[in-house]
């Protein structure tokens, strides 16, 4: 079993519709990333978080430490945000250790 | 800025062929990070440069050799390329290593016949 799972691996929904990705991890971290990889292959980070929840724009990520899990919420969903959204944790096994999950692939239909 | 500047992008090696993967950021980060990203596979940690003049394996280091020429600069190099070394590597920055913003390369492609 991967350390960081991802749901669902694909998801296609119409624009304009509310959209969540979970990562579930099953160590201790210090800190989660989101990243988003856009179909050309960039990859941007979008929110670093240890507790709580964080705001940008249209994007929502939250974080619930005691379940081991976090959610990233996109409102208002646009063919613009498709792309594959990266999970990746921090854990305590070294600073420098990152641990990623596979992502998942977005697509939002006009 | 212009931020992580990776080169080249795109690449294709018969095996045996020797190569260098350049990396370069201008944000004055201590730390980079040189990633593989294969299908069905979250990143993989190659290599790492904690601070200047310091590097370290990662998850995946075996073919593989860095060098952090300065603070802004770290390459990695197929000695002797394998099949198994295709895949898509990402070079990546962030100012220290703790829980910093990720900073990404544009990756490189790289195909090894």
């Known amino acids: 079993k991967n350390e960081v799972e991802q749901s669902p691996q694909n998801l296609t929904a119409q624009e304009g519709e509310f959209i969540t990705i979970n990562c579930s991890y099953s160590v201790g971290i210090s800190a989660l990333h989101w990243l988003q990889q856009h179909p050309g292959g960039g990859i941007v980070s979008l929110f670093m978080?240890?507790?709580g929840k964080k705001k940008h724009g249209r994007l929502i990520a939250t974080i619930n430490i005691q379940e081991k899990h976090s959610s990233l919420h996109i409102t208002a969903s646009h063919p613009r945000d498709s792309a594959v959204y990266i999970c990746a944790v921090r854990t305590f096994q070294g600073a420098q250790k990152l641990v990623f999950g596979q992502g998942t692939r977005l697509t939002i239909n006009p | 800025n212009a931020g992580v500047t990776q080169t080249p992008k795109f690449q294709v090696l018969k095996t045996g062929q020797s190569m260098t993967l350049q990396c370069a950021q201008d944000m004055n980060h201590n730390s980079m990070y040189w990633y593989r990203q294969d299908p069905g596979m979250g990143l993989r940690l190659i290599y790492y440069s904690a601070s200047e003049g310091t590097t370290d394996k990662g998850e995946v280091p075996n073919g593989y050799n860095v060098s952090r020429l300065n603070k802004r600069e770290f390459s990695l190099r197929l000695e002797s390329a394998a099949p198994s070394q295709t895949s898509v590597y990402f070079c990546a920055s962030t100012q220290g290593p703790g829980n910093e913003k990720l900073f990404f390369g544009s990756g490189t492609q790289l195909s090894v016949l």
């Open positions: 978080l240890s507790s």
